[in-house]
């Protein structure tokens, strides 16, 4: 089974550039996160879809990030403009039960290292 | 309010020693727990989970974890650690948000240092 993918692996842009990130969810699974890992912090949750609707991005800057999900499978983070403060590891996950599902793991992908300077 | 903490930035433990990686919780509701690994340039990977039912869970690669609901704890453990082992470890909690949805908080991770 293949496993969640995501690109770029790296991306280094300059303060106020705008970057996107692309996720494909392991096939069949209803659920995606997108999450952003500081260094040296966990993960923090950014935004969940179920299937192409939103289910929580209470957490997601929503003046600079935005994702969508548009046919349930594919999704993008958009940042625009970034600043310093967004250099972190963009990962996404995704899930084969629904959201509203409190015990389902997460299969994770490798992960978009952002730096900007 | 949720939240998870591992109290250790880094454990060291000798290789074919017992190794235990701790980890608290605050959560309203019935609590369900999470273990993940991170390799480096690597995502997460679920090791266990905890539901309900026995305290004791076991998981991938021969780790376990003791859900202690007095202490709020819920330590991963492994018999004999391996060099292999080495890895980023984060404890997760999931618990229902006001919204009315669930939602992952996860801990700041502890680094594992399996020595030769």
């Known amino acids: 089974e293949a496993g969640v993918a995501q690109s770029p692996r790296y991306k280094i842009i300059e303060k106020r550039q705008s970057v996107a990130f692309w996720c494909n969810p392991i096939s069949g699974h209803a659920t995606l996160y997108w999450y952003q890992q500081i260094l040296g912090q966990g993960p923090k949750l950014l935004i969940q879809?179920?299937?192409?609707?939103?289910?929580?991005d209470s957490q997601l800057p929503k003046d600079r990030f935005s994702a969508e999900r548009l046919k349930g499978v594919d999704s993008t983070l958009k940042i625009q403009p970034a600043k310093l403060e967004d250099s972190a590891v963009y990962l996404c996950a995704s899930s084969p039960q629904p959201a509203g599902v409190p015990y389902n793991e997460q299969f994770f992908g490798p992960g978009t290292r952002l730096t900007v300077l | 309010a949720q939240s998870v903490a591992q109290p250790e930035d880094q454990v060291n433990v000798a290789e074919g020693n017992p190794l235990t990686v701790k980890c608290t919780y605050s959560?309203?509701?019935?609590?369900?727990l999470f273990w993940y690994v991170q390799y480096p340039n690597r995502g997460l990977q679920f090791l266990l989970k905890y539901i309900t039912g026995d305290n004791l869970v076991k998981g991938s690669y021969g780790f376990e974890a003791e859900f202690n609901k007095s202490q709020t704890s819920f330590h991963l453990k492994k018999p004999s650690a391996l060099v292999s082992d080495s890895a980023l470890y984060f404890c997760a909690v999931r618990g229902l948000t006001p919204s009315g949805t669930y939602k992952y908080i996860f801990g700041t991770g502890t680094r594992l240092k399996v020595l030769a």
């Open positions: 959560v309203s509701g019935n609590p369900y």
């Open positions: 879809f179920q299937n192409n609707g939103v289910v929580d």
